[in-house]
């Protein structure tokens, strides 16, 4: 099961960091990654991180602004978003991965969402 928590209404240029907690797995050995959906788009891949945590791959459109991390003593996945941009603004789910990929079929594991909102 994975809780995903953080979103919130903030300005452009503003910051937020989304949290997502996982339970009921082994939690290390899944890559974990963001993915948003904005109002009548189909949802689609943010960010990912290796189970390690050694390894990160972004979207061009993210990349310098936001940073995924995670701790896996806490079993938790981060990400940091920073000048956020009205663009920006989509519901941000979490989920884990056994393999490789960034499609959503890709993701056997999934949070409820957390919503985003930049104003501008």
């Known amino acids: 099961q994975l809780q995903a928590s953080g979103g919130g209404l903030v300005q452009a240029g503003g910051s937020l960091r989304l949290s997502c907690a996982a339970s009921?797995?082994?939690?290390?050995?899944?890559?974990m990654g963001w993915f948003r959906q904005a109002p009548g788009k189909e949802r689609g891949f943010v960010a990912d991180?290796?189970?390690?945590?050694?390894?990160?791959y972004y979207i061009d459109s993210v990349k310098g602004r936001f940073t995924i991390s995670r701790d896996n003593a806490k079993n938790t996945v981060y990400l940091q978003m920073n000048s956020l941009k009205p663009e920006d603004t989509a519901v941000y789910y979490c989920?884990?991965?056994?393999?490789?990929?960034?499609?959503?079929?890709?993701?056997?594991?999934w949070g409820q969402g957390t919503q985003v909102t930049v104003s501008s």
């Open positions: 989920a884990a991965a056994l393999v490789a990929g960034t499609s959503s079929v890709d993701f056997g594991s």
């Open positions: 991180i290796s189970g390690s945590g050694d390894t990160t």
């Open positions: 009921g797995l082994t939690f290390r050995r899944y890559r």
